[in-house]
DNA sequence: CGCCTGGATGGCACGTTGTGCCATATCCGC
DNA sequence: GCGGATATGGCACAACGTGCCATCCAGGCG
């Protein structure tokens, strides 16, 4: 996986969005988003105001990028595990090892997530980043489901395949968010809820082609 | 079912809403939230702005008493279904008959509720506070299950069988909406989402309690 | 009937949110 | 180095959302 090593003012950019997003993550979490206002994330990330608004249509979107990244390793997960397990066994197994503290995903991403997650149970434009997220992650989970899937499958079968797994990776989520449990039962967790959601579904049998 | 008939300040308040929450429902349907502002709907219903905001937070949030009115319905139905089912045909009964257009509750009602649907898809806070009623409706059918369900049952287990049911009925009305299926259609459509996705749960054998 | 009290409404001012526009500074390709 | 492209900042402005006070009206009481 060679990195073609982007351009310095993209790098500068990805490197602002996650000043930005780190701060509005921490001010949320640590006073709440209501008492937060856009020109202090802003300060706090060393831009201008009107930068700010460059990178996100509105405040709370701020956290948006770290909450994605995490369903973004979910996918990865998915798509890059062993071809011959079934669909929900596949999303049960990246589910987990997408949220089993790594090196590179360290178990403080995850306490700083139960943080923006309790905030928003105070805040509903927060809590609807949230929602957001989710819903954006259903819609790209479809297309992954159908390439492991294979065959030819009613398109709502999948979406509901999607509808479940995501289900089951929000509610585990939010359970292990407002509990005390540490970062490292949240795997365990995700992938309980993900198993029980979609035992259901007529996928369930369909194994992945071996390409 | 005695109704205790209100006072009069009750019922021009309620009235006030429901205008406020139809003339906001009909100019998003006919030209986006986006370009709606909330004076064109305060205008719109008869009242000042000031008063507009007295009754909605935002001006997205004058859609969600029309929303949430079909959660109501859903749960109005699951409470005085028979209580010989189990969980999951009690659910997907009273789906299929709160979706099932009547006298008190007409075709226009979901014709309606498919152009807020439809302009939800260009507008990020609209497509919001959609998910917002069904988060709620979420944490309201829990409780409506355990008491189906009789016998105690591990919390967990109950919020995913919530989360499946409520996040089946999302599915159904998003692709109910996404489609040019008549309002006919919808309840089975529903119907048919929640039975796969609480098939997998174990509540799924536990029958009602006869009380 | 007249008064009076509580609550709903409207008007106004104000802070915050979010955007269009232009000037400036900085980076990338030639 | 030089010129185009682009990120950033500052400013003005429309819209959002709220606190405060004045007004109006329903409903109770003498």
């Not at 060679?2 to 000043?19: G, V, W």
């Not at 009613?154 to 585990?172: F, K, Y």
């Amino acid at each position: 996986m060679t990195t073609p090593r982007p351009s310095l003012t993209e790098r500068r950019k990805a490197a602002t969005l996650n000043e930005i997003s780190l701060a509005a993550a921490q001010l949320f979490a640590h006073q709440g988003a209501e008492s937060t206002t856009a020109e202090d994330i802003a300060r706090s990330a060393g831009v201008s105001l009107r930068t700010f608004y460059r990178y996100f249509r509105t405040k709370e979107d701020a956290v948006a990028p770290l909450l994605a990244n995490g369903v973004q390793h979910w996918l990865d997960e998915l798509t890059a595990g062993p071809g011959e397990l079934t669909v929900p066994q596949a999303l049960e197994r990246s589910a987990g090892l997408a949220l089993t503290p790594a090196p590179e995903r360290p178990a403080a991403a995850l306490e700083l997530m139960r943080g923006i997650l309790r905030a928003a149970q105070h805040d509903p434009d927060l809590l609807a980043v949230w929602h957001r997220v989710h819903h954006d992650s259903e819609l790209e989970l479809a297309p992954v489901l159908a390439e492991l899937a294979g065959t030819d499958v009613d398109p709502l079968e999948l979406r509901l395949v999607a509808a479940a797994a995501n289900t089951g990776m929000r509610v585990a989520m939010e359970s292990w968010a407002a509990s005390e449990a540490p970062p490292e039962a949240a795997a365990e967790l995700a992938a309980r809820c993900i198993r029980e959601l979609t035992a259901g579904l007529h996928l369930w049998t369909t194994a992945r082609p071996s390409n």
